[in-house]
């Protein structure tokens, strides 16, 4: 508590039992086969400043293990250069398609696998939460999200939907983890 006050960067609140780190840099994943979106944004006293953000787009000529292999280089190196200490990525949705549901979940394990390596904070966020936070509504389109995130953090353009989704992630974890937050998000 003492260096809350006095102002420390590195804040730490001893919270009961354990230590809650106050994250300064975010990322976002929106894991995908073909176009996984990531976006990482630094926290401060007024609007979050956006980073960096994208899409790690595979042709569909490529194999799985391909598309597998760019997302993890890809996530690799966003991870390298700016550092997060905390990664929100998509949670599970219902698919009616197995085999896209096994597709999705290859990608999906690809992505926490690469972030599980760096041993960050890994929170896993329903998409209707992500709605919810960024537009208000848990049914949102997918441009309404975009076109807010750009709002949000003062971008020049809409980002691409899968990067704007990523962005989003990261958007709602930091209004997840706030000091009084109701309902916090769920750790991997």
Wanted: glycine fraction near 6%; charge should be positive; charged fraction near 25%.
């Amino acid at each position: 508590m003492k260096q809350r006050v006095r102002g420390s960067k590195d804040a730490v609140i001893d919270d009961a039992e354990d230590k809650v780190k106050i994250h300064k840099v975010l990322l976002g994943v929106d894991p995908s086969l073909r176009g996984t979106g990531y976006g990482v944004i630094r926290l401060g006293k007024e609007t979050p400043k956006t980073l960096a953000y994208g899409a790690i787009k595979c042709s569909t000529k490529w194999s799985r293990s391909e598309c597998l292999a760019a997302i993890t280089r890809t996530l690799r190196e966003v991870i390298q250069e700016y550092q997060p200490t905390a990664c929100a990525i998509e949670g599970l949705f219902y698919a009616q398609n197995v085999k896209t549901a096994l597709i999705m979940g290859e990608a999906r394990g690809a992505a926490l696998a690469c972030l599980a390596e760096t041993e960050m904070e890994i929170v896993e966020i329903a998409p209707r939460k992500v709605k919810q936070s960024i537009v208000g509504y848990g049914n949102a389109q997918k441009i309404a999200v975009a076109k807010m995130v750009q709002k949000m953090l003062k971008l020049d353009e809409v980002p691409e939907a899968d990067a704007a989704d990523a962005l989003a992630l990261a958007l709602t974890y930091a209004h997840l983890n706030k000091r009084f937050a109701i309902d916090p998000a769920q750790k991997i």
